[in-house]
C-alpha cells in the first residue's frame, strides 16, 4: 500500500531525529563502541580534543611545581626571617640583661651612699628613743661620744631604730665606741651599721650557713660582709639528759624519737628488747647517737621479756676513753667529758632495792665519784624524804612531793642516798617545784622514778623536770645542765622530691584543671607536646622530704586525728599539773587517744587484709615481703661515669653513631581501619597504677583519672600516627635504668637495663599488639607450642633483625599497613641511660625490639614462630603425642626441644644450629640444659651433648616455667622446691605479721592463705592428686607458732584445733578444675591429645594418684567420666567429700592417739571461742593446756620419774590430778571438759598452775 505524503513526511522527521541522537552520545560518551572505523573524522576530532586536553593538564602541573617551588623559597626566606629575629631578640636580652645588672649595681651603689651615715639601734626603751634629741642624750651618757640626729625612724614593730647622723664621722665615732655597751650590765643595747637589701640578704644567708655549721660543731663569728668559722670545743655548752621507763620501745612513732633527739644522753628502761632483736633493731635506730644495749630476759619460756636498758650518746658528744660501757643486770654507766669535766651517767632499772643498792656500792666506789648523775625507775616511794640540807639550816623539812607515801624499797633508797652524801633532784630542784608524778596508771598515781646527783654534779645542774608524755605510764625524767644552749634535733631530712596527688580530692582537681586547657591545631609532635603539657601542668603535685630513718617503723595508721588526741592528752597533763583540769580529764583525754590510736589501727589492718588477699603469684608475695621489710634494691655505683654507661648499652642493644638511611621501599597498603575509642578504653583499663613513667614524666594514672576530652584528643593523635601524619619524636625515646645483677659493682656489664617508654606511646603499642596477635592467630603464624613470654636465648630481644622480622610478617600474610607502622616505630629508636637523676647523652639503635614495649613479646614470638615448622620440615626427633606429633614448646625465647631417642635430639641440634645462624641469634650454652627421662632403675648412660663446639650440662632435674620436672617424671622434685620456698616465706612473713596485726588470730591464718598457701598451690593440677606431707607438714608448723604450743605437738590435733583443712583439699580442687575445663575447651590440640595418651597409662603415674583420690572419695575412675558424660559437674560434690573423709582420719588419730587421748572429749564443730580473745597470753596458756603440752604424762616416750608433777612430785602429771589430788593446789570439783571448755573460763585455774610451778621449780 502506498503510504501518503503526510506519512513519509513523518518517517523522515523520525530518522532525521534519531540520527542527531546519536551523534549527540557519541560526543558525550566518545568511548562508546562505534560502528564507524577508527579514522573517521569523529574519531580524529577526539584524539584532538583529548590531545589539548593533557596539554593543558601538563600546563597546570607545571604551574604547580612553579608555584611549590615558590612557596618553598619564601618558607625558606621565612624561616632565615625566624631565625635572624630569634638572634635578635636573644641579643637584646642579653643586652637587657646587662643593663639591668648595670641598673642594680647603679641603685645599690646610690642605697649605699643614702645608707652611709645611717645606724640601727636595737634594744632600746621607748623612752630613751622617743625623738632625736633623746636619742642623742641617750648616746652621749652611754657612748661618751656627741652626735646630731638628723632623722630618725623606727621599724619592726618599733623595736629597731634606724637613726641618720651628720656626718660619716661621727657615724665613725658611734662605732668605735660601742664596745662600752657590752661593759654594762643589765639589759643588752645593739647598734649596727644600716645595710643595703642586697646586704641584708646576703646576711640571711650566712646566718643560714651559720646555723648549719653550729649544729656541726663549728664556733661562728659574724659580722658584715664577714663569716669567720673554727671548731666548737663545747666548753660552755649543756648537757641534756633524759631517764625514761618507755613500756617497750617498738611500734614508737617519730615524735617519739624526735623528742629523744632533743637530748644528749638518753637512758631509756623497760624496752623489753633480747638479744636477737636488738640484732635486728639496732639497725634502725636513730643514727645520731651511738647505741649500747642490756638485753632483756625471760622468767619464763612463754611470755615476753622483762626488764632490758638502752642507752645512747649523741655523736660529738665525746666519751671518756678507755671507759667503755660499765653494765650488770638493771644498771648500765656510759662516761662522757665536756670541758675537762668527766661525767658518769648511770641508768638503773630496779626490781629489788636491795639488790640495786648492792650493785651501786660495788660500781661506784665513793673516792671514784666525779660528776655523778643517777637516774631511772627504782620502784620505790620514798614520801617526803630525800630533803636537801642546805649549810646552816637549824631544821630537816619534808622534801616537796605529791606523793607522801614511804614504802620498805623506799626506805632501802633513802639509806643509800644519806650514806653517799647525794642529793635527790625530784622536788628539790628548780624545775620540779612541787614533786610532780612520775608514774601515771591504772594503779593510780606515784613518784616512783628518780634522778640522785653527787655534791659536785649538783651545783652544775641548771633544771630538773618531769616531762609531761604520754607514750609510757611513766613520765621523762628531764636534766639540764648549766652552761650554753644550743639549738638540737635529730638532722633527719635528706633529700626532697615532688609527688603527684592522686587523693579522691587530687583527681577531681586535676579534672577541673584539664576542662580548663586549650587546644590548637598543628602538626603531629605540636599536638603531642601540647597535651603532655596540659596533663603536667593539670597534674597535682607535693613536695617530699625523704627522711633518715628516725625510729623502728613508721606507724602507717598514725595520723592527724591520732596526733591531734596526742595532744589533747598532754594539754590536759599539763593543765592538771598546774591544777587547772582534774585526774579524771586528763585519764579521760587520754583514753580517748588509745581509742582513736586503736580504731585507726584497725582500719589499716583491714586494708592490709584486702592488699594481701589480692596477692596470686610468688612474685607478688616477695613484692609485697620486700616493700614490708624496706628491702631496697642494690645501689648502682657512682664511679661508672654517664659516657661509661652510654658507651655499654649502645654496644649492647647495637646502637650505631653514624648510619646510612636506608631507602624506603613503597608497599601497597589496602583499606586503613582506623583505631576506635573502644579499642583506645580497652587498653586504658589495662593500665596499673604506681608504675615508673618515660622521660615525659606522665604517669599511667594520668590517662586512667583524665577527662572524656582529653581521651578524644590522645585518640586523634593515635589516628593522626596510624594514618601516616608522622611519628612523634617524644615517643621514640627510652631512658634506660642500670640494675645490679652480680659480680663487680664497679663495672657497667654486670649490670641489667629496664627502659622506661612514654606512657602515651605505651597505650599506641598495647592497640598495635592487640591488632597484631589478632592477625598472627588468624593467619596461623603462631604454633601451638608458642604460649608466653620469658627469657633464655642470650640477649635474645636485643638481637633481633628487623629486616628480617619485617620480612617474616610479610610472608605470613599480615596485614601491609599494619606492618608498616610497626616498621615507622622502629624506624629509629633512641635511649639514653639515667642513673641518680643524671641522664647520658642519647644514642640510636637499629637492632632488635625494644624493651619495655608491649609489642616486643609478640614480635619476638612472631620471630621464632617459624622454628616449629622448621623441625617439620626436617623431621627429625619430635614426640607423638596421640594423633599429633610436638617437637618444641616455646615460651618467648625459653624454648624446649622434644626427642624420643638420642639419634633424634642431634640431628634437632644440627637443624637448630642452621636456623639459629640464618636468624643471627646466639643460644646461651651456660644456660642450657639437656635431661634425659628415664623409667626404670639401671645405670645410667653418660651421653655428650654439644652446641657448635660447647658442651651442653646433662642434668637429673629442670626448672621450666616454674615447675620442676626430674629424670623419673614424678612431682618429688617441684614438691620438695615448694617445701623450700614456704619455709623461706615464713620466715620473712611472721615478723611482718607480728608488727602489722599482732596476736589476732583470724588475720595471721589470713597471712599465710595469701602469702604462703598461694606460693605452696603452683603446679597443683599436676601434683594435687596426692597428699603432700611435706606441704602439710609447713602449714602444721606455722600453725603451731600462731597457738604457741609445743613442736612435738601431733599435727592432726593441731588442725583439728584451729579447724583448717589440709592442703590436700585445696590441691585436689585445683586438679579436677583443671582437668574439666580441659575436657570443656578443645581449642588447644596439644593439651587434647595429652589428656587422651594419660587415660591410657591406667595404673601408671599420676593417673594412678587421680585413680587413689577418686577411690578415697567413694568414687571410681569409670563413674566420674559416666556423670560428667551426663553434664553433671563432680567438682564440689568430690571437694566435699575429701574433707568428710579428712574430718573422720583425724577423729580416728585422735581416738588412737597415745599423747593427750583424752582430747576427743573437749572437740568442737566449730573454731574454739578462746582463739578470738585480745590477749595472745591468754590464748597460748588455754590452747597448751587444750592441746595437751601443760600435761607431762602425754609425752609417753619419756621415763616415768619425768612425767610426774612438778609441783608435787608424786603422780604422774594430768589434769585430773592437778584439779583433785596435787598437794599444791586447792581442790576443785570441775571436771577437765570444764576446765579446758572451748570459752577459756578456766584460765584463771590455768595461770594459777603456771604461778605455782614458776615459785616451786622456776618455770612459767
Sequence with gaps: MKKSDSESERDEDHKRKREEGRESEERINPFRKSKKVERSPVKKAMDQEMKKMLEKIMEDVGEIKEENRKMSRELEQLKSMMREKEEKWEREKMELKEKMTKLEEKMEEQEKRVRKKNIVVTGLDEEECENEKKLEKWMKAELEVEVRVKEMYKINGGKMIVAELESWGEKRKVMENKRKLREKKGKRVYIEDDMTKKERDTQKKLRTLAKEEREKGLRVKGRKGKTNMERNKGENEQIRIVFWNVAGIKNKENEFWK?????????????????????????????????????????????????????????????????????????????????????????????????????????????????????????????????????????????????????????????????????????NCIGDEKGEYTYIGSRGETVIDYVMVNEEAWDKIEEFKVGERVESDHMPLEVRTKGREKERSMKDVKRKIVKNIWTEEGKEKYRARLREAKYEEGEINKKVRELSENVKNATGKKEIEIREKMGLWKNEWWDKECREGKQAARKKLRNWKKEKATKEEYKRARKRYKLVCKEKKEKKRMEEEMKMKGIKTEEEVWRYINRERKKKGEIVSDRITMEEWRKYFSELLGGEENRQEKEKRQHRVGEIEEITREELEQQLRKLKRKKAPGRDGIQNESWMYGTEREVDRLLEIMNGVWKGEGFPQEWKEGIICPIY????????????????????????????????????????????????????????????????????????????????????????????????????????????????????????????????????????????????????????????????????????????????????????????????????????????????????????????????????????????????????????????????????????????????KSVMMYGAEIWGWREQEGLEGVQGKYLKWVLGVDRETPGYIVMEETKRDGIRIEAGKRAIRFEERLIERGECRILQECLKEKRKEIGKGVWKEREAYFERNGYAGAEIERMREGGRAMTYELVQRDRDVQVQERRTRIRESRYNGKYEKIITEELPKYLGRESRKERVIIARFRCGNEERENKYWNEDRIRVCRMCGEKKETIEHMLNECVELREREESREEMLNEDGRGIEWMKKVEWRRGTICGEG
Excluded at 344 to 358: A, C
Excluded at 798 to 818: Q, S, T
Excluded at 932 to 946: A, L
Aim: with cysteine; net charge positive; proline share 1%.
Design 259 to 427: 623528742y629523744l633527739g632533743e637530748f644528749d644522753v638518753v637512758g631509756l628502761v623497760e624496752t623489753w628488747v633480747e638479744e636477737k632483736g636488738w640484732e635486728r633493731l639496732e639497725k634502725r635506730m636513730p643514727r645520731e647517737f651511738e647505741w649500747k644495749c642490756q638485753y632483756a630476759e625471760r622468767e619464763s619460756k612463754k611470755g615476753r621479756a622483762k626488764g632490758g636498758i638502752i642507752m645512747g650518746v649523741k655523736k660529738g658528744l665525746e666519751e671518756e676513753n678507755g671507759s667503755g660501757v660499765k653494765e650488770e643486770r638493771g644498771f648500765m654507766e656510759r662516761t662522757v667529758k665536756r670541758k675537762q669535766r668527766k661525767w658518769r651517767i648511770v641508768t638503773i632499772y630496779s626490781r629489788s632495792m636491795k639488790e640495786t643498792k648492792r650493785i651501786i656500792e660495788e660500781r661506784v666506789k665513793e673516792q671514784e665519784e666525779g660528776t655523778l648523775v643517777i637516774g631511772g625507775d627504782f620502784n620505790a616511794r620514798i614520801g617526803g624524804k630525800g630533803r636537801r640540807m642546805e649549810e646552816q639550816q637549824a631544821t630537816i623539812e619534808r622534801r616537796p612531793t605529791k606523793d607522801g607515801i614511804e614504802n620498805a624499797e623506799g626506805r632501802e633508797l633513802v639509806s643509800l642516798v644519806e650514806e653517799r652524801g647525794w642529793d635527790v633532784l625530784n622536788g
Design 741 to 1012: 645483677k652480680k659480680g663487680e659493682k664497679d663495672t657497667a656489664s654486670n649490670y641489667r637495663g629496664i627502659t622506661l617508654l612514654n606512657t602515651a606511646y605505651k597505650v599506641y603499642a598495647m592497640i598495635v599488639e592487640e591488632r597484631l596477635m589478632k592477625e598472627m592467630n588468624e593467619r596461623g603464624a603462631l604454633p601451638d607450642g608458642q604460649a608466653g613470654f620469658r627469657k633464655d636465648l642470650k640477649a635474645a630481644f636485643d638481637n633481633v633483625e628487623r629486616d628480617l622480622l619485617w620480612e617474616y610478617l610479610r610472608k605470613k600474610g599480615i596485614n601491609e599497613h599494619l606492618v608498616t607502622k610497626i616498621e615507622e616505630i622502629y624506624e629509629e629508636t633512641i635511649s639514653r641511660v639515667r642513673v641518680d637523676g643524671r641522664v647520658s647523652e642519647c644514642f640510636k639503635t637499629y637492632k632488635g625490639v625494644r624493651q619495655g614495649c608491649p609489642l616486643s613479646p609478640s614480635l619476638f614470638a612472631a620471630f621464632i614462630g617459624d622454628i616449629e615448622e622448621m623441625f617439620r620440615k626436617g623431621q627429625a626427633g619430635g614426640v607423638v603425642v596421640g594423633k599429633e606429633k610436638v617437637w618444641s614448646l616455646a615460651y618467648a625465647d625459653d624454648l624446649v626441644v622434644l626427642a624420643r631417642e638420642e639419634k633424634g635430639m642431634k640431628e634437632m641440634l644440627g637443624n637448630m644450629e642452621k636456623y639459629m645462624r640464618r636468624k643471627k641469634l646466639t643460644v646461651n650454652v651456660e644456660k642450657s640444659k639437656m635431661m634425659v627421662f628415664r623409667k626404670g632403675g639401671g645405670r645410667r648412660k653418660i651421653n655428650e651433648w654439644r652446641w657448635e663446639k660447647d658442651k651442653i650440662e646433662e642434668v637429673k632435674e629442670f626448672k621450666y616455667l616454674g615447675y620442676v620436672m626430674n629424670e623419673r617424671n614424678t612431682a618429688a622434685a617441684h614438691v620438695r622446691e615448694l617445701v623450700k620456698k614456704a619455709n623461706k616465706i615464713i620466715g620473712a612473713v611472721w615478723g611482718i605479721g607480728e608488727r602489722k596485726f599482732g596476736h589476732d588470730f583470724r588475720r595471721r591464718i589470713m597471712m599465710f592463705d595469701s602469702l604462703v
